[in-house]
């Protein structure tokens, strides 16, 4: 299964853009990449995913390199509610579909 | 509202006692899939399942069992509980792998004494 390199924390002042690297130098041609975020103790939540293509929703845009061996999340605007533990994590492909693992992921502090 | 629904969201209970912590998601979804979460390991796969009556290991099954007899249910069983599954426990769903994100819930915190 494809690990993930995330730094461990990162500051961001309030109405910047956040960019939050991920490595996954072995991830295979099959694998998503997913980002999620967990505030305080809740259930994580999910933000974005990709497989090749730069994707955008409503919470962030998700850069993934030509090469697929890293991704950047961007958060446009970042809030004080923003502040969280993001997580980049990569499908396991093949027949261990479904299993999934979660790096140590990124502390994001938001700063006023 | 679509969610993922565990109970309960907090058991404090005695070593060697069984107990089950029930997950409940209303989305028709597929997958589901159980997690621990320790203070500086993260969040670690324990088991996960496909579909009904199907099934598999993830990281840390050990000292845990798991059945799919519904689409919508997957307790995870804790036959003789020891104070190392003292930890916080996700379920997860989604309507498949690869393609759809993940729903979590909101958590059960157990303690075992």
């Known amino acids: 299964d494809a690990k993930t390199t995330q730094p461990p924390s990162m500051d961001c002042a309030e109405g910047r853009a956040a960019n939050l690297p991920c490595n996954h130098s072995?991830?295979?041609?099959?694998?998503?990449v997913y980002w999620y975020r967990q505030i305080h103790s809740q259930g994580p939540q999910y933000i974005i995913h990709?497989?090749?293509n730069n994707e955008t929703n409503e919470m962030a845009s998700l850069i993934i390199t030509e090469d697929r061996k890293s991704s950047t999340l961007i958060l446009p605007h970042a809030t004080l509610r923003d502040t969280a533990v993001y997580y980049c994590?990569?499908?396991?492909?093949?027949?261990?579909?479904?299993?999934?693992?979660f790096g140590q992921g990124t502390i994001l502090t938001v700063h006023p | 509202e679509a969610q993922v629904t565990q109970n309960p969201r907090y058991l404090i209970t005695v070593t060697g006692k069984k107990l089950t912590v029930t997950c409940s998601q209303n989305?028709?979804?597929?997958?589901m899939s159980w997690y621990r979460q320790d203070p500086g390991l993260g969040l670690r796969q324990i088991y996960y399942?496909?579909?009904?009556?199907?099934?598999d290991k993830g990281d840390v099954p050990e000292g845990y069992k798991v059945s799919r007899k519904e689409k919508r249910n997957f307790p995870l069983i804790l036959e003789s509980p020891s104070p190392n599954q003292t930890s916080l426990y996700f379920c997860?769903?989604?309507?498949?792998?690869?393609?759809?994100?993940?729903?979590f819930g909101s958590g059960t915190r157990l303690t075992v004494v």
């Open positions: 994590i990569v499908e396991a492909g093949g027949t261990s579909y479904g299993k999934l693992t």
């Open positions: 989305m028709n979804h597929e997958y």
């Open positions: 990709g497989l090749k």
């Open positions: 997860a769903s989604s309507f498949s792998t690869g393609i759809y994100g993940y729903t």
């Open positions: 399942s496909m579909n009904v009556e199907v099934t």
């Open positions: 072995t991830i295979s041609g099959n694998e998503y």
